[in-house]
Nanobody
């Protein structure tokens, strides 16, 4: 069984930064494509960023516009999401997810195999 645990969320002012982390345990981390998703109150969960098992390919939702960076450290079984220039509309619960295989741009939530419980990001204006 694969377990994912996110951390790093919190309250930040608009224009600020946060770095989310997701530690994965249970299986060979390097076999999984990874993604970050988010869900704002009253909205559907949406794709934020994805990264291939090797880390050589990365993908972002259109709204990111160069503000976020996804990365991974396979030696530490960890995937990161560095978020800069945060906006109030970025307020959401951010989820880490794993897929045994390839992650593609805007991958649907139903195609991810494992999920963390999420970490709340609140951006004040």
């Amino acid at each position: 069984q694969v377990q994912l645990v996110e951390s790093g969320g919190g309250l930040v002012q608009a224009g600020g930064s946060l770095n989310l982390s997701c530690v994965v345990s249970g299986r060979t981390f390097s076999s999984y494509g990874m993604g970050w998703f988010r869900q704002a109150s009253g909205k559907e969960r949406e794709f934020v960023a994805g990264i291939s098992w090797s880390g050589t390919s990365t993908y972002y939702g259109d709204f990111v516009k160069g503000r976020f960076t996804i990365s991974r450290d396979n030696a530490k079984n960890t995937v990161y999401l560095q978020m800069n220039s945060l906006k109030p509309e970025d307020t959401a619960v951010y989820y880490c997810a794993a897929r045994y295989g390839a992650v593609v741009p805007n991958i649907a939530t139903r195609n991810m195999d494992y999920w963390g419980k999420g970490t709340l990001v609140t951006v004040s204006s």
